[in-house]
């Protein structure tokens, strides 16, 4: 069965927004006198829907306020943070070149909302390049559960073997899988074993061009 068409992740795969996130949950957590670290960001919140993330800090804190002004604030830091400062990921301007000269169709699959992924379209110019967009904002469950994926697949009108993911997060990553997917890794940490079932791991989007230009992992036809 031939591959259609490539399913994005955002935060982390699109752009270099993993920083903004807890750059945000920082400073928000800060105001109410809660110190947290980056890496217990990278722990416990990344890949999570903006809903989880909030309730992980209200309820791990015994925080005296309500998730949803948790979220508010965060969500405008972040988005503040994508006007000002968002940029590329590297290759990511290259992969849509590559897969969209080869006849593949572009959807997005994040756990961001529909605010954050308008923040983000606006600032890299994205509009044109995506057929489908779906957040798991808008479905009753998050990542690691595969809603948002399912999602996509239908609004494509393909099935699962007719689509790749690409994906930075474990969360991500089980997602994806659960829909039956065939997922590339593309992160700084692609190498542990918790993604070794994925159909291939790189450090960044131009290594994963380079690979399918050189035929090293042919789940994708086709040279970029």
Request: aromatic share 10%; charged share 20%; glycine share 6%.
């Amino acid at each position: 069965m031939s591959v259609q068409a490539v399913i994005f992740d955002m935060d982390g795969v699109i752009i270099d927004s993993e920083g903004f996130w807890q750059d945000s949950q920082i400073e928000v957590l800060a105001g109410f006198g809660i110190a947290i670290t980056a890496q217990e960001c990278e722990k416990y919140t990344k890949g999570k829907r903006i809903d989880e993330i909030a309730r992980v800090w209200c309820e791990r804190y015994s925080l005296a306020v309500q998730p949803l002004r948790l979220e508010e604030h965060i969500v405008s830091q972040v988005c503040q943070s994508i006007r000002t400062e968002g940029r590329a990921m590297s290759g990511l301007y290259q992969a849509l070149r590559c897969f969209q000269a080869n006849g593949y169709r572009m959807a997005l699959a994040t756990s961001s909302s529909q605010q954050i992924i308008a923040a983000v379209f606006d600032k890299l110019a994205l509009w044109e390049w995506f057929e489908v967009v779906c957040s798991a904002d808008d479905e009753r469950f998050g990542k690691p559960h595969p809603a948002v994926y399912l999602t996509a697949l239908f609004k494509l009108g393909l099935n699962a073997g007719e689509c790749v993911v690409i994906e930075d997060s474990l969360n991500g990553f089980i997602a994806a899988s659960r829909a039956q997917i065939k997922t590339f890794v593309v992160a700084p940490d692609y190498q542990e074993a918790k993604f070794s079932a994925a159909a291939g791991r790189y450090p960044a989007l131009t290594e994963l061009i380079e690979a399918l230009e050189l035929h090293v992992k042919p789940v994708l036809t086709g040279s970029c």
